[in-house]
């Protein structure tokens, strides 16, 4: 699984819940079927992953999301189901 | 009497850590206002409210104001002067913009064009560039020195609804408690999933949604003053068209800092569905260019970040106001092309408003709050945003017009001012030809008048 282009999430400061997952496949069965698999090419954190292997299911990386809320719009099948982090938790910027 | 209610209202003491706030099972405490979102529109609003007496609390999820916002930015100094006077002396600011330039890319060349004046640099500045911990921190604790309780780490689950009015909200946990209020503001931001998930605007689009990355690159103060050919303190926007966001209508940009720079492109998350690249390679592509390395060269990335802007003007705009709830900024989709705080902040001010007459009158019907709605419309925000209306609806519609056109002002250029063995007139045949090769002249007719259309309005 390679890391797209330009994405730098290792210089964000994350503060990741272990308790709640707050974006999760809701429906990964859709997965399955699906050709666009556009939440792989829009999440700007590289947060799903996949194999290529057509059986295998789309991972989720919850922990290093960023929380700009895409991959629920872009998701053509609606299985993303996305909610913010419990308070507190999650992404932090200082920079801008 | 409104100020009787003030002083009875005023002697409690709200607890501010969420370490100690309320057991779920105790009575809900009860405020005149909720604000959620401690952005630019919320806390306006939390201010001017609070300012007015009311009761007012303020709720954020990220552990301080700013945390989880990022990209840009740039305010518009003169609209925040008549909110807040003098506002630029209250926070650290990073520069002083007196150089504002757009730049038509191709993969290799730049057409350029700007402005730039020393005029700029006198109050009440033009544009000053802020990074948004600091500015929506000194904003936040305005609002808490008027009064208003702030809540960090505490996120909104879902509004409370009773018999299609709004009468509170509900925290996740770790509080998970209900909160009651006579009217909610939500700023909640452009992925406003409250008002969504309440049924009082409909589901999000990703046409209408712009995905933005951005990077934040150290540089030293001077050098960042000689490259962009800047005075000490003062700063430059550079508006970067056509190649960096990929042949998709978008926006790029670069926003000078104190110590740093930002840089940011972003494109409607549908384009990214449909380009088969994402967000990380648009700012690649700027990173790359052979103008723009150089003016980055030896920098040190500190954040990359990204973050979504509604980009769907004036039509997209939900309804605002409902029964004791009213959406303010980028919630209620208030952004006109990329600028969004201003217009954030004045919602928040007119929110404050029309909440405030809302309570005189103990009125919260949607009749009473679409106050707020009218204050909107005969402001700049919804007249600038009405203004640019067909801007937005050209750029669905045409969606390769930047790219297209960058690169024929790029290539016309490049011949023009390259040297070529043959009599000026023949020369002058040679390019039109070169560039009429690209897009033939009668859609390049229709596309300006189109254009043309658009402007004029
Ligand atoms: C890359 C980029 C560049 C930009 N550049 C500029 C620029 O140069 N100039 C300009 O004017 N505008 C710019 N904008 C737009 C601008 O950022 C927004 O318009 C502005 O921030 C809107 O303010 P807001 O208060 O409505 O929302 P936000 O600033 O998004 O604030 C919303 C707040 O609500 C909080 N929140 C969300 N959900 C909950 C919840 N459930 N519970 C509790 N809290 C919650 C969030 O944590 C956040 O603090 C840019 C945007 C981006 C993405
Ligand atoms: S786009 Fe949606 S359905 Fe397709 S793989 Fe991703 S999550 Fe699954
Ligand atoms: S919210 Fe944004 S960063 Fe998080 S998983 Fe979805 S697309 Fe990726």
């Given at each position: 699984m390679t890391k797209p282009p330009g994405?730098?999430?290792?210089?964000c400061e994350f503060r990741p819940d272990?308790?709640?997952?707050?974006?999760?496949?809701?429906?990964?069965?859709k997965c399955r079927s699906?050709?666009?698999?556009n939440c792989l090419r829009v999440c700007p954190s590289a947060v799903f992953q996949w194999d290529?292997?057509?059986?295998?299911p789309v991972l989720?990386?919850?922990?290093?999301?960023?929380?700009?809320?895409a991959c629920r719009l872009a998701c053509p099948a609606g299985a993303v189901e996305f909610a913010y982090p419990r308070g507190g938790y999650g992404v932090v910027y200082h920079h801008g | 009497m409104i100020s009787d209610w003030f002083k009875t209202k005023k002697p409690r003491k709200l607890p501010r850590s969420p370490a100690s706030g309320?057991?779920?099972?105790?009575a809900p405490e009860k405020f005149d206002a909720i604000v959620v979102g401690a952005g630019p529109a919320g806390s306006t609003a939390a201010y001017f409210m609070a300012r007015d007496g009311l009761d007012v609390l303020l709720l954020e999820r990220?552990?301080?104001?700013?945390?989880?916002n990022c990209g840009g930015a740039a305010v518009i100094a003169e609209q925040i002067h008549d909110l807040?006077?003098?506002?630029?002396?209250e926070f650290p600011y990073e520069r002083i913009v007196t150089s504002l330039e757009y730049w038509w890319l191709n993969e290799d060349s730049a057409v350029t064009a700007g402005f730039t004046s020393?005029?700029?640099?006198?109050?009440?500045?033009n544009r000053l560039t802020v990074k948004r911990k600091n500015f929506y921190a000194w904003l936040a604790a305005k609002a808490v020195a008027a009064g208003a309780a702030l809540r960090l780490g505490h996120r909104v689950a879902s509004v409370i609804l009773d018999d299609g009015r709004t009468v509170g909200v509900r925290l996740a946990p770790p509080q998970s408690a209900a909160v009651l209020a006579d009217i909610v503001v939500l700023a909640?931001?452009?992925?406003?999933?409250l008002a969504e998930q309440a049924g009082l605007i409909p589901r999000l689009s990703p046409l209408n949604l712009s995905l933005y990355a951005k990077e934040t690159i150290a540089l030293a103060p001077e050098t960042i003053e000689e490259r962009f050919n800047l005075p000490p303190g003062q700063g430059a926007i550079i508006s970067l068209i056509g190649h960096p966001t990929a042949g998709y209508n978008g926006t790029a940009s670069i926003h000078t800092f104190r110590d740093s720079v930002n840089i940011n492109a972003g494109i409607a998350v549908n384009s990214f569905a449909a380009g088969g690249f994402g967000p990380g390679d648009l700012l690649a592509r700027i990173k790359k260019h052979p103008r723009i390395a150089p003016l980055l060269a030896g920098g040190v990335t500190l954040e990359y970040g990204a973050a979504m802007i509604p980009?769907?003007?004036?039509?997209?705009?939900?309804?605002?106001?409902?029964p004791g709830l009213l959406i303010a900024g980028d919630a209620g989709s208030l952004v006109n092309g990329t600028h969004g705080i201003n217009l954030a902040m004045w919602s928040g001010r007119f929110a404050a408003k029309a909440a405030y007459a809302a309570k005189t009158s103990r009125d919260f019907s949607a009749a009473k709050l679409s106050l707020y709605r009218t204050l909107l419309d005969e402001s700049f925000v919804l007249q600038n945003m009405r203004a640019n209306a067909k801007a937005a609806a050209l750029q669905r519609d045409a969606p390769y017009l930047f790219d297209l056109y960058s690169r024929m002002l790029n290539e016309a250029a490049y011949l023009s001012v390259r040297a070529y063995p043959m009599p000026i007139k023949a020369k002058r045949r040679f390019v039109w030809r070169k560039v009429t090769s690209l897009q033939p002249v009668g859609k390049i007719l229709a596309d300006a008048w189109r254009v043309l259309k658009v402007v004029k309005g």
């Open positions: 994405i730098n999430i290792a210089l272990d308790a709640w997952q707050h974006v999760v496949i809701a429906a990964p069965e699906c050709r666009e698999k290529n292997i057509p059986d295998h989720v990386r919850y922990r290093q999301c960023v929380e700009c809320g | 309320p057991a779920p099972a105790a990220g552990p301080f104001p700013g945390a989880k807040f006077p003098n506002f630029w002396e020393g005029r700029l640099a006198a109050a009440p500045y909640d931001g452009a992925n406003s999933l980009e769907g003007g004036y039509h997209a705009i939900p309804p605002l106001v409902h």
